[in-house]
């Protein structure tokens, strides 16, 4: 039994899609609408890639993608907060840029949308990091966990409206990020979109960590349906360092068996494992559920962290979703799981337009479901009619834009950031190290991403706070 994380660091990277509509058509490409997008970031920073006082990393990501990176949390909620206080971040930016436009004799509507593929068919996505041991070897891990992730989409998955192409009709699949990955575990995140990333990049000690990078997830909407996400993985982590026992199923080509889930929303679509027999998506997350079930009575809880409370939570609503699945009662979910809700969304407008999911208008509503703009997106509408459920309070969200994680070194670079932008100071930092130029250049290190008050870190923030 290795070293067992029940408090753990974590954060995703959420990529947006965005556009400028004016009367129905595209009225300033990506690199044009980005560009206003981050002027207010740009004119504060002098850079579109910063690190803002509530701990979070906000840049332009290839491809004309604003990104918003959260702050290092130590709690599942926590995280589910920080992910929602992104959306808000990110729509700020957009309303003040609808302004400059405006200002600059465009009529046009700015869209942003928290989804993974554009109508061209090009994938951008939600990495999530989880931060491991080092003796943890990676490939060992990301073999022993591969079944559950090319199958979590079952639980986790976003849904999405397909194109006709070619002799392949219009389909609904559970996710959107399955057709986009070609590899199980790789070093490279463009080229050939692993599910599970191994460049070794820990954003800590070395010595004493690394980091687990997934990008297979979709960019969830519903809060429930991210604290699934994250909570299920959590505790397959922790099944995996307590040698607690993960469900032995290998697959054979277990990225081509995910788009075969991806398609199948019984869950009983056959997946060949390597030794020849087979299984489906929902007895390999029933497998992985019961495990993760058995590992709560004698999971031990750390001072801080996810509580076994909220890790019953998660496991109950797992076993909820997988039994809607397995029954075909999906409305047993149809608050908290986001392909439900949107299958459930499109089949309503699909009825009326005669059954067939290749109508454009279709395509259209799933894409209204992501925009995370407020009074805009179907999402927002259905939360504001009180149709979907929350994980976290409004005023855990609101405190999560302004202000950083207090349990991890994340509040450590807040309370820095906070005093240089009241001072109109230029300081400068990353996820390790916090840097001022003056007087005299001095750094200060945080290595340990668990220490919310490192040592040096008053005298930081006093020369960060002087007057310039």
């Known amino acids: 039994m290795g070293e067992v994380f029940t408090r753990r660091i974590m954060g995703l990277e959420t990529e947006y899609g965005i556009t400028a509509v004016a009367d129905g058509h595209r009225a300033l490409g990506p690199d044009e609408i980005s ?8 004119a504060e920073y002098s850079s579109s890639n910063v690190f803002i006082p509530n701990g979070a990393r906000l840049y332009l990501d290839v ?11 130590d709690g599942l909620s926590q995280l589910v907060a920080h992910h929602v206080a992104g959306d808000r971040v990110v729509d700020d930016l957009a309303v003040r840029a609808e302004q400059a436009v405006a200002a600059d004799g465009i009529d046009a509507q700015v869209y942003l949308f928290k989804n993974n593929v554009d109508s061209l068919g090009n994938s951008y996505g939600c990495h999530e990091n989880y931060l491991v041991g080092r003796s943890a070897v990676l490939k060992t891990l990301g073999r022993d966990l ?23 009709p219009a389909e609904f699949l559970l996710s959107q990020r399955a057709d ?28 004493r960590f690394r980091r687990m990078h997934v990008i ?6 519903a809060e429930p349906t991210t604290a699934l996400k994250v909570g299920s993985m959590l505790l397959m982590l922790e099944l995996a360092e307590a040698g607690a ?32 027999s087979t299984t489906c998506a929902l007895e390999i997350q ?26 019953t939570r998660v496991v109950e609503l797992w076993e909820r979703a997988l039994d809607a699945v397995d029954s075909g009662e999906l409305d047993r979910v149809g608050r908290q799981i986001d392909w439900v809700i949107k299958r459930n969304l499109l089949e309503r407008y699909r009825d009326r337009l005669g059954g067939d999911w290749a109508h454009p208008k279709l395509a259209q509503v799933d894409l209204a479901y992501h925009d995370i703009r ?27 834009v302004e202000t950083a994680p207090a349990t991890t070194r994340a509040r450590a670079r807040g309370e820095f950031l906070a005093a240089a932008r009241a001072a109109g100071s230029q300081v400068t930092c990353d996820w390790q190290r916090l840097k001022v130029t003056r007087p005299e250049p001095e750094t200060l290190e945080l290595a340990d991403p668990f220490e919310p008050h490192p040592e040096g870190l008053g005298h930081m923030v006093e020369l960060a706070g002087a007057p310039r």
């Open 35 to 42: 560009r206003y997008l981050f002027r207010p970031v740009v």
């Open 63 to 73: 491809g004309a993608h604003p990104e918003y990176a959260t702050a290092e949390c």
């Open 146 to 168: 591969m079944p559950f992730l090319v199958t979590r989409q079952l639980v986790c998955g976003a849904g999405l409206v397909t194109r006709p192409r070619g002799d392949r």
């Open 180 to 207: 986009q990955v070609w590899e199980s575990v790789s070093s490279a995140t463009t080229r050939s979109r692993p599910v599970i990333n191994t460049r070794d990049e820990p954003h800590a000690d070395s010595h």
């Open 216 to 221: 297979v997830g979709d960019s969830n909407m």
């Open 245 to 276: 026992g993960l469900p032995t199923v290998e697959l054979k080509q277990p990225v081509a068996q995910g788009r075969v889930v991806a398609r199948d929303v019984t869950g009983r679509a056959e997946l060949e494992c390597a030794d020849g």
């Open 286 to 311: 029933r497998a992985c559920c019961a495990a993760a079930r058995a590992w709560l009575a004698e999971r031990p809880d750390a001072a801080s962290g996810t509580s076994t409370a909220e890790m």
């Open 374 to 400: 407020p009074g805009r997106g179907l999402y927002a509408l259905l939360a504001a009619r009180g149709l979907v459920e929350h994980w976290v309070d409004e005023a855990e969200i609101a405190a999560a």
